[in-house]
T-cell receptor
Framework: GAGVSQTPSNKVTEKGKYVELRCDPI?????LYWYRQSLGQGPEFLIY????????DSGLPNDRFFAVRPEGSVSTLKIQRTERGDSAVYLC??????????????FGPGTRLTVL | QKEVEQDPGPLSVPEGAIVSLNCTYS??????FMWYRQYSRKGPELLMY????GNKEDGRFTAQVDKSSKYISLFIRDSQPSDSATYLC????????FGAGTTVTVRA
């Protein structure tokens, strides 16, 4: 079946602009995660949704970052007033939302954001 | 100090060699331990999943967890050029905490 998809695959923007990154999780997965991966680093947790609600947003770096999942499926990560330091690959993952191995997270290919 | 520390590498080995990858962690709350493989410009894909101390084998891959030492390892036997990738250890209570990744190159 279809995996996690993310659009766009690449986004180049200018400092100060607003961007939206989209994630389509695997059908039936109730849990959705956003991570950010900088060059040469492992992914870092940003936010976790269980259904429509953000169960844990402790990884969002500041109030310029916001994410929504209004219908419990597609999620959008929104970044306001982008800064050069926001340049990274933004990864989305989804899972069934159970426990243990049943909650394996499946990752999308990521959106590569470049802020000039 | 980061929650998860991973040997930085990079590693370059000849085809057929055993690849050994390691991570240490500091958070006793971690219950699940994983290894992900990430090819260039792709998302991470799950390779191995364990939740208890001991060994788990899957084909050429063996994952080891030692909770008392807070140490996990991944061994790749009979390595192939197609194993060339970045390997990330990850630990979870529910959200994943990743190591920085080790880039492995298997030379034909």
């Amino acid at each position: 079946g279809a995996g996690v998809s993310q659009t766009p695959s690449n986004k180049v923007t200018e400092k100060g602009k607003y961007v939206e990154l989209r994630c389509d999780p695997i059908s039936g997965h109730t849990a959705l995660y956003w991570y950010r991966q900088s060059l040469g680093q492992g992914p870092e947790f940003l936010i976790y949704f269980q259904g429509t609600g953000a169960a844990d947003d402790s990884g969002l770096p500041n109030d310029r970052f916001f994410a929504v999942r209004p219908e419990g499926s597609v999620s959008t990560l929104k970044i306001q007033r982008t800064e050069r330091g926001d340049s990274a690959v933004y990864l989305c993952a989804s899972s069934f939302g159970g426990t243990g191995e049943a909650d394996t997270q499946y990752f999308g290919p990521g959106t590569r954001l470049t802020v000039l | 100090q980061k929650e998860v520390e991973q040997d930085p590498g990079p590693l370059s080995v000849p085809e057929g060699a055993i690849v050994s990858l390691n991570c240490t962690y500091s958070n006793s709350a971690f219950q699940y331990f994983m290894w992900y493989r990430q090819y260039s410009r792709k998302g991470p894909e799950l390779l191995m999943y364990t939740y208890s101390s001991g060994n788990k084998e899957d084909g050429r891959f063996t994952a080891q967890v030692d909770k008392s030492s807070k140490y996990i390892s991944l061994f790749i036997r009979d390595s192939q050029p197609s194993d060339s990738a970045t390997y990330l250890c990850a630990m979870a209570s529910y959200k994943l905490s990743f190591g920085a990744g080790t880039t492995v190159t298997v030379r034909a």
